[in-house]
C-alpha cells in the first residue's frame, strides 16, 4: 500500500474507532481469544451424532443362495467323438452349413463373450471364459478356410469341446471330475446357439436334418442337467434376501469419516473412540434423548426453546406445534432400527431417568444477555456504522460465550450437548475451514462439500435447531471468517446466496422446522430473539468489513491489473444496504465518499508523477514533442482503461474514479504540456530549428483527446491553455509547402498527360465520364486530399479552419489558373498547327507567284466544298479537362462549405476590413470591337487580332482572330493583377496564314488604381496610331484574402479558358459561316431568277417572282454539311456538356453574322450600309430560323439533340426578332420612339441612383462612361449602349451563382428594352445624323452626373480625407 492510501486508510480505521494502531491489520481480532467449546468437546459430539445416523440408517439386504438337497450323482460325456460320429455324420450334404455360416457365427460368438446375447443363459463368467476360449481357436486363419471350405458340424462341436475342457479344468485338482458336467452344459449351449443362428438366417425348412440332429445332439448332452438358465456350476438351490449386520467398521460409515476429516484425525483414532463408547452411545440412548426433549417441550422447561426465546407468541407457538410430528417421526425411526426397545416399558425407561435441572437453567435468565443485545440493536439512537460498540460486536458472542438459549445437565442427553447453538457454530467453523482448504473445483462454488452439509444437517436434526437458527449461524461464521481476512468477498457472497436462497427439493427432507424455507423468506417474526440480535450485529460487522475492503480495494483501482470492486459493491448493495435490519445514515455515507475521494485523488497524482518521471526526460535538451505525445497517451490510455473498466456502474459509493482521475491528473497534465511545449518551441527557435511537422499534428490529436475527455467529465472547469493558438503555426507551415508543392505538381502532371479518352480500347464508346484525363483528376485529387487533411484534423476553431480554408482556396486558384495557362497554351499551338492541307499550301506560298494564285484560289473558294477542320483529339480533351474541373471546382467549394467560411470571416474581421486597403488590384479589361481599321489584304479587309502587353512588354493577352472584316468585334477579357498604376499597349496584328502577320495599329491605356477609386466599370475608345480605333472596357476589383473570391478568381479562369478555347474553335468554323450568310450569299440566290426578274419587268408583271422555301434552304446547304461533318468529328471526343457549349458559341457566331447584314454596329456616326430590301430582309429571317431549327435538332420522339430552344432563345436572338418591326418605318417615328425609349431608362436610372444613395451602396449606374485616359477620343461615342456593372470575381465563385447572374442578365435584359437597334437602324438614315450626335451628349450629361453623385455619395459614407473621397493614405483607395 501507497504512503498515501496508507494515510487515508489510517484515517478510516481512526474514523472507525478501530481497536489497533498497527499500519496493517487484521479485520477482526476473535481468533486470539479462548474457545467455550473445546476441539475434544465438538468432536465428541459429531461423532455421537455421526455414529447415530449410521445405526438408524436403513438397514441393507443382500440376496443368499441356499443348496437344495444334493441329487444324486451325474454322469458326463466321456467320448464326444462318439456322439459327433453318430448322430452328425460328415458325408451327407444335406447337413452341411449354409454358405457364410462363419461370419454370424463369429459375431454371435463376440456377443456372448461381451455379456450381450439376448438368449438367456449365457451371462454367466464360466461360460463367457469357455466362449472365449473356442472364439480364439475359431478365428485361426487355417481354420477359417477349412471351415468355409468344408461347411461341415464336428470340426466346430469337436474344437469347442476341447476349448471347454481346457477352460473348465483350470483350478480343479487332480482326480476331481465334478467339472465335467460344465463341459457339456457349455458344450450344449454352444449347439444351441448354432441352431439360434440357422433360424434367424430361415434355414428350418431347407435344412431339416441338420436342424433335427442338432437338437439330437443337444437333448443328449442335457441327459442330466436340463436346467440351462442357473449355470453357477453348483447343485441347485433357492435364493434368499438376507440383512446385512452391522460392521461397526469406520469404513463403512461415511458421516463417521467426514467428522475424522473435518477434525483432523485417523479412521483407527475414531474406531477406537467408537469402540470404546459402543456401549453407551446406542439407539436406546438416543431414543431417550427424544422422550426427554419431549418432556421439557411439553413441560416449557430449560433444555428446549421456551416462549420467552420469540418475541411473538404465534411463533413460538408454531415452531412448538411443528416439533411433534417431527419427534415422533424421529422416534419411529429409533423403534425401526431397533424394533425390540418397543417392546420395553416406558415406565420403566422413564424412572431410570434422574432429575430434570431447576429453574436457574431457564433459557431465559441464560438468555438475558441477548435479549438485552436485541433491544440495544433496535434502538434507533445506536451509533454510527464508524462508531460501534465494541463491547457489542462480532467477536462478544462468538465462540467464547458460555451463555445458551437451552442448557440441559449433559448426564441427561447423550447425543444432545449442553449448548447446541454454539457447539454447531464451532462445528460449522471447523467444517468451513476444511472445505476451504480442501475443496474441489466442482464444488467451489458452494460453500460446504456435500459431505460437510449433510453432518451439520444431521446435527440441525439430532439437536432441533431450527432453519433460522442454522442459517444465521452459518452466516455468523462465514462473517467472522471474512473479519478474519480468512474470506473473500465472493466467499461471502456465496455465504449469503446459501442463507437467502431455498435448499433444492429432496425426496426425504430433514426433520428441521422450515427446511425449505431461507432467511428471505422466512417472516422475521419467527425468529427467535437473539437470533434477530446476532443477525444485526452481524450486518453492521460486515457493513465495516467490507467498507474497509472496499476502500482498500480501491485505492488499486489506477493499477494496470488492479482487484475487482464489484463482489464488495454487490454485497453492500445487494446484501447489506437492501436488508431491513440494517439502517445507513446518511452523514456516514457522506463521510466515507469523501474519505473515498480523498484516497483516489491522492493515488491519481502518484500514478500521474509515475508518468511524468516515466515519460519526461530529465535534460530539457532533450525534450521533443513525442514525449508530450508518449505522456499524453499514458494518461488518455488509462482514463480509457477506467472508463471501460467501469462504464457499467460508473460511480461508486458517490464516487467516480474516472472523474476524480480527470479532475487531479488533467491540470497537472495540462499545466505541464503547456510548459513543455513552449520550452520545446523555444529550445528549436533558439538552435534555428524546425519541430517536424508530423509531430506537431500528433502532439495536436492528442491533445484534442484529453480535452474532450476533460470537457465531458469536468464541463464546469475549462482547459488550461488554447490548444489551436499554441499549434497553430504548425498547420501554417504545412499550408505554406503545400503551396510550395502544389504548382510544381500541376506541371507534373500536365507533362505526363497525354490528353487521350480514357476508353477500353478501339471501338469503345467512352462515357463523359471517362472523356477527361489524368492531369486534371490528379489535380483535384491533390486539392481534394489537401483539404482532407485539414479536416481530419477537426481543428477545434473556427476562425482559423476558415483561414485555412482560405489559404487553401488561395493555392488552389493558383494552381487552376496554372493550370488553364499552360493548357491553353498548348491547346493554341496545336490548333494553330498547319494541317496536311495547309503544309502543302505553305510550301506554294514561298514564292512571289505562288501566294499570288493563293489569292486567286481563296477569292473562289466559296465556289467549292469546304473540307471540314482536322481536329485533333488532344486539343478536345484539353477543353474536356476544363468542363468536369468547372463541376469539380464546384464540388469542392460546397465540401469546404465557402459561405460559412467567408460569413464567419465576415463577422470576425468586418470592421477591420472597412479599413483595411488592398495590397493588389485585379482590373478586367474586355477587348470589345474595332472599328474602321487599316485594310492589309488585297480583297480590302484584314483578318484582325489584338496583343496585349504591358510597358515591360509582357504579354498578357492574345484575342482570336476575326476574318475578312475591318470592324472586328472580339468580346474577350483578360483579369490583370497590379499593386500600382501600369501601362498597357494593345496592338492589332493582321493575320495572315503565309508569311509574316502584317501591322494594323496601336494604342495604350493607363490602369490606375487611383482613378478607379469607385470601382465603377468605364468604356475606353481608344483611336489608333494609324486609323481607327478599339474598345476597351475595364473594371476594377481589390484583391481579397477571401476565400469567395478566391474561388470566384479560379472559376473566372476556368470560364474564361473554355470559353477561349470554344472560341477557338468556332473561329475554324467561322469562315464558311461569314461566307454563307454574307450579302454575296444574299446576292448570289437573289440573281439566279435574273432572266426571270428582267422577262417580268419587260411584260411589266405586277409581281416578281418568289424564291421557293426549298431554294432558301437550299443556300445553306453546304453550311449545314459542314456543321454536320465538324460536328461528327468532335462528338467522338467531347463530352454532352461541351459538345453544347460549342455548338451555343456557334449559334452566337450565327446571330453576329446575320446581326451584321441586317445593321451596322453602334456609333454615333452615319453609316455607309445600305439597308435591305424586303425580300432580302424576309430570306435572312428565313435563314435564322432554318438554323435554328437546325442547333435545336430533335429525334423522331421528339427529344432534344442540339442545343435547348431556351438557350438558342438568347437576348440577341429577342433583338434580331424585334428588329423587324421598326426595320422599314420612318425615320421620324424612329426617333420619337427612341426618345420615348431614352425617357423612360433615364427615369429609372435616376430612380435606381437614388435608391443607392439610400442604402448606400455602391454600384455602377446603368449607363456610365467616357473616356478618362489622354488616349480617349474626345468624340468618342462612349456611352451609346447600356454600359453595366462587369461580372466580379464573387459572381463567379461558384457555378450557382453564375447560374444566378446569366439569368438576371436574361431577365435583365428581357425586361429594360433599349433603343440600340433603333440607333443602329438611323445610322443608315442620313437625315438622322444630327440626332445621333445629340443622343451621344446627352448620354455623356448623364453619365458625368451619375459619376458626380456617386462621388457624394462616397464622400458623405467615407469621408474626406488628404487624398479626396474614397482613398486612403497613401493615395491608395479603399475598398
Not at 826 to 832: P, S
Amino acid at each position: 500500500m501507497s504512503t498515501a492510501s496508507r494515510k487515508s486508510f489510517q484515517q478510516l480505521n481512526r474514523r472507525l474507532n478501530s481497536v489497533q494502531n498497527s499500519e496493517r491489520r487484521n479485520r477482526a481480532d476473535s481468533s486470539a481469544r479462548p474457545l467455550a467449546v473445546s476441539h475434544d468437546d465438538a468432536y465428541t459430539y459429531a461423532l455421537r451424532v455421526a455414529y447415530l445416523h449410521y445405526l438408524l440408517q436403513p438397514k441393507t439386504k443382500r440376496k443368499q443362495w441356499v443348496p437344495a438337497p444334493k441329487p444324486p450323482p451325474r454322469t458326463h460325456t466321456s467320448n464326444i467323438g462318439d456322439l459327433v460320429k453318430e448322430f452328425v455324420p460328415g458325408n451327407s450334404s444335406s447337413v452341411k452349413l449354409p454358405h457364410g455360416f462363419r461370419g454370424p457365427l463369429e459375431k454371435r460368438l463376440e456377443r456372448v463373450i461381451m455379456g450381450s446375447e439376448r438368449l438367456p443363459g449365457y451371462s454367466d463368467a464360466a461360460v463367457k471364459k469357455t466362449f472365449a476360449q473356442a472364439y480364439t481357436a475359431f478365428t485361426e486363419q487355417n481354420f477359417r478356410k477349412n471351415i468355409d471350405k468344408e461347411r461341415k458340424v464336428e470340426p466346430l462341436v469337436l474344437i469347442f469341446y476341447s476349448a471347454a475342457t481346457k477352460a473348465c479344468g483350470l483350478g480343479h485338482e487332480r482326480g476331481d471330475d465334478s467339472w465335467k458336467l460344465l463341459v457339456d452344459r457349455h458344450l450344449a449351449l454352444f449347439v444351441r446357439l448354432l441352431a439360434s443362428i440357422l433360424r434367424d438366417q430361415g434355414h428350418e425348412r431347407d435344412k431339416p436334418e441338420l436342424m433335427s440332429r442338432l437338437d439330437t445332439l443337444e437333448n443328449k448332452l442335457l441327459t442330466n442337467d436340463q436346467n440351462l438358465f442357473i449355470d453357477t456350476g453348483q447343485a441347485s438351490g433357492n435364493t434368499i434376501e438376507v440383512i446385512v449386520p452391522l460392521s461397526y467398521d469406520v469404513k463403512d460409515m461415511p458421516m463417521v469419516q467426514a467428522v475424522a476429516r473435518v477434525f483432523g484425525l485417523s479412521h483407527s483414532d475414531v474406531q477406537s473412540h467408537i469402540d470404546t463408547q459402543r456401549q453407551t452411545w446406542t439407539e436406546e440412548a438416543a431414543l431417550k434423548d427424544l422422550k426427554s426433549y419431549q418432556h421439557r417441550l411439553n413441560s416449557n422447561m430449560s433444555g428446549a426453546l421456551g416462549s420467552q426465546d420469540f418475541d411473538v407468541d404465534e411463533a413460538y407457538q408454531e415452531w412448538k406445534k411443528a416439533e411433534a410430528p417431527f419427534l415422533s417421526q424421529m422416534m419411529l425411526e429409533v423403534l425401526t432400527a431397533r424394533p425390540e426397545l418397543a417392546r420395553r416399558s416406558t415406565a420403566v425407561n422413564m424412572s431410570s431417568d434422574k432429575p430434570l435441572p431447576a429453574s436457574p437453567s431457564s433459557a431465559y435468565a441464560e438468555d438475558k444477555a441477548y435479549s438485552e443485545l436485541g433491544r440495544a440493536l433496535s434502538n434507533p439512537d445506536r451509533s454510527s456504522m464508524y462508531g460501534i460498540d465494541h463491547a457489542l460486536n462480532l467477536g462478544s458472542m462468538s465462540l467464547d460465550d458460555t451463555s445458551s438459549i437451552r442448557a440441559v445437565d449433559e448426564a441427561n442427553y447423550t447425543f444432545i450437548p449442553p449448548d447446541p447453538r454454539e457447539f454447531f457454530k464451532i462445528i460449522a467453523k471447523y467444517a468451513l475451514e476444511f472445505d476451504a482448504m480442501h475443496g474441489n473445483e466442482a464444488e467451489e462454488s458452494s460453500l460446504f462439500s456435500k459431505s460437510s452439509m449433510d453432518l451439520l444437517t444431521e446435527l440441525c436434526v439430532r439437536w432441533r435447531i431450527p432453519q433460522f437458527t442454522r442459517l444465521v449461524v452459518i452466516l455468523e461464521v462465514a462473517a467472522r471468517r471474512f473479519t478474519d481476512t480468512m474470506f473473500t468477498v465472493i466467499d461471502l457472497d456465496n455465504a449469503f446466496d446459501f442463507v437467502k436462497i431455498p435448499p433444492p427439493e429432496v425426496k426425504k427432507p430433514p426433520h428441521i422446522y422450515l427446511y425449505h424455507e431461507s432467511l428471505a423468506t422466512i417472516d422475521r417474526s419467527k425468529w427467535t430473539i437473539s437470533d434477530y440480535a446476532v443477525y444485526q450485529q452481524t450486518m453492521y460487522t460486515l457493513n465495516d468489513a467490507l467498507l474497509r475492503d472496499l476502500y482498500d480495494t480501491l485505492m488499486h483501482c489506477y493499477e494496470p491489473k488492479p482487484p475487482s470492486v464489484g463482489p464488495a459493491v454487490h454485497v453492500l448493495q445487494n446484501h447489506i444496504f437492501n436488508d431491513s435490519s440494517f439502517s445507513r445514515k446518511e452523514e456516514d455515507a457522506q463521510e466515507f465518499t469523501r474519505i473515498l475521494e480523498t484516497g483516489l485523488q491522492e493515488q491519481a497524482a502518484l500514478v500521474y508523477r509515475g508518468f511524468l518521471d516515466a515519460e519526461i526526460p530529465r535534460s530539457q535538451q532533450d525534450w521533443n514533442f513525442s514525449h508530450v505525445v508518449a505522456l499524453g497517451k499514458s494518461v488518455v490510455k488509462l482514463c480509457e482503461r477506467i472508463q471501460k473498466r467501469y462504464k457499467k456502474n460508473p460511480e461508486i459509493m458517490g464516487v467516480n474514479p474516472l472523474t476524480v482521475l480527470v479532475g487531479t491528473m488533467f491540470p497537472n497534465f495540462e499545466d505541464d504540456a503547456h510548459d513543455l511545449i513552449r520550452r520545446i518551441i523555444q529550445v528549436a527557435q533558439e538552435k534555428g530549428e524546425e519541430l517536424p511537422l508530423q509531430d506537431g499534428f500528433d502532439l495536436y490529436k492528442e491533445l484534442v483527446e484529453i480535452r474532450s475527455i476533460h470537457r465531458s467529465s469536468l464541463p464546469s472547469r475549462s482547459f488550461t491553455f488554447d490548444v489551436e493558438e499554441l499549434l497553430v503555426d504548425f498547420v501554417w507551415r504545412w499550408i505554406q509547402n503545400a503551396e510550395a508543392r502544389a504548382e510544381e505538381f500541376v506541371e507534373e502532371a500536365i507533362k505526363q498527360d497525354q490528353f487521350q479518352v480514357r476508353g477500353h480500347g478501339p471501338g469503345h464508346i467512352s462515357l463523359d465520364s471517362e472523356r477527361h484525363s489524368h492531369s486534371v483528376i490528379d489535380m483535384f485529387q491533390l486539392f481534394h486530399q489537401t483539404s482532407d487533411q485539414v479536416f481530419q484534423l477537426e481543428w477545434d476553431n473556427d476562425v482559423h479552419h476558415a483561414r485555412f480554408m482560405t489559404a487553401l482556396s488561395k493555392i488552389f486558384a493558383n494552381s487552376i489558373a496554372r493550370y488553364c495557362e499552360i493548357v491553353d497554351q498548348r491547346f493554341v499551338k496545336e490548333m494553330d498547327t498547319p494541317r496536311p492541307n495547309e503544309k502543302d499550301a505553305a510550301a506554294v506560298a514561298q514564292t512571289t507567284q505562288g501566294r499570288f494564285m493563293q489569292y486567286a484560289k481563296d477569292a473562289w473558294n466559296t465556289k467549292e466544298k469546304i473540307e471540314p477542320f482536322q481536329f485533333y483529339p488532344e486539343s478536345l480533351v484539353k477543353l474536356n479537362n476544363v468542363e468536369w474541373a468547372m463541376q469539380e471546382l464546384d464540388k469542392l467549394e460546397r465540401s469546404m462549405n465557402v459561405d460559412a467560411c467567408a460569413d464567419l470571416l465576415q463577422k470576425v474581421d468586418g470592421p477591420k476590413r472597412q479599413v483595411r486597403r488592398p495590397a493588389k488590384y485585379v482590373f478586367t479589361i474586355k477587348i470589345v470591337e474595332a472599328e474602321e481599321v487599316k485594310a492589309c489584304d488585297p480583297n480590302g479587309t484584314s483578318d484582325p487580332y489584338v496583343v496585349l502587353v504591358d510597358e515591360y512588354q509582357k504579354r498578357l493577352h492574345k484575342t482570336r482572330i476575326v476574318m475578312r472584316t475591318l470592324n472586328p468585334r472580339w468580346d474577350e477579357s483578360v483579369d490583370v493583377t497590379v499593386s500600382g498604376p501600369l501601362n498597357i499597349v494593345a496592338t492589332i496584328w493582321d493575320y495572315d496564314t503565309f508569311g509574316d502577320h502584317d501591322f494594323v495599329g496601336r494604342t495604350s491605356l493607363k490602369l490606375d488604381p487611383i482613378h478607379f477609386s469607385d470601382y465603377l466599370p468605364r468604356e475606353f475608345w481608344l483611336d489608333l496610331d494609324t486609323q481607327g480605333r478599339i474598345l476597351l472596357r475595364v473594371s476594377m476589383e481589390g484583391e481579397r484574402d477571401d476565400i469567395q473570391f478566391y474561388f470566384g478568381k479560379a472559376f473566372r479562369h476556368l470560364k474564361r479558358t473554355e470559353r477561349d478555347m470554344v472560341r477557338k474553335i468556332t473561329d475554324k468554323l467561322t469562315r464558311h459561316i461569314n461566307a454563307s450568310l454574307s450579302y454575296e450569299a444574299l446576292r448570289n440566290l437573289l440573281g439566279r431568277n435574273l432572266a426571270s426578274q428582267v422577262n417580268s419587268f419587260f411584260k411589266r408583271s405586277s409581281t416578281l417572282p418568289q424564291l421557293t422555301d426549298a431554294e432558301i434552304e437550299n443556300a445553306l446547304q453546304s453550311l449545314f454539311t459542314y456543321f454536320n461533318e465538324n460536328f461528327a468529328t468532335m462528338k467522338e471526343t467531347l463530352t454532352d456538356a461541351t459538345m453544347v457549349a460549342v455548338m451555343t458559341r456557334l449559334w452566337k457566331e450565327v446571330l453576329m453574322a446575320i446581326e451584321s447584314l441586317l445593321v451596322p454596329p453602334l456609333s454615333e456616326k452615319p453609316s455607309n450600309q445600305r439597308p435591305l430590301s424586303q425580300r432580302e430582309l424576309d430570306v435572312v429571317y428565313k435563314w435564322l430560323q432554318l438554323l435554328f431549327d437546325f442547333f435545336n435538332a430533335r429525334d423522331e420522339d421528339g427529344e432534344v439533340l442540339g442545343v435547348p430552344a431556351e438557350v438558342l432563345r438568347s437576348p440577341k436572338y429577342h433583338e434580331l426578332a424585334s428588329l423587324n418591326f421598326f426595320y422599314f418605318d420612318s425615320t421620324d417615328n424612329l426617333i420619337r420612339t427612341s426618345e420615348r425609349m431614352a425617357a423612360a431608362t433615364a427615369q429609372r436610372q435616376q430612380q435606381q441612383l437614388q435608391g443607392q444613395m439610400s442604402s448606400n451602396r455602391l454600384s455602377a449606374p446603368a449607363s456610365f462612361g467616357g473616356g478618362h485616359g489622354h488616349h480617349a477620343s474626345p468624340a468618342a461615342f462612349a456611352s451609346m449602349g447600356t454600359i453595366r456593372r462587369g461580372k466580379s470575381i464573387m459572381m463567379s465563385r461558384n457555378l450557382g451563382t453564375m447560374r444566378r447572374a446569366k439569368e438576371e442578365k436574361r431577365k435583365e435584359a428581357q425586361a429594360d428594352p433599349s433603343d440600340d437597334m433603333i440607333l443602329r437602324i438611323l445610322r443608315m438614315r442620313p437625315e438622322a445624323a444630327g440626332y445621333l450626335k445629340e443622343r451621344h451628349r446627352q448620354k455623356e450629361r448623364m453619365a458625368a452626373a451619375a459619376a458626380a453623385a456617386m462621388i457624394v455619395k462616397q464622400s458623405v459614407s467615407q469621408g474626406w480625407n488628404s487624398a479626396g473621397g474614397g482613398f486612403g493614405r497613401g493615395g491608395v483607395p479603399r475598398r
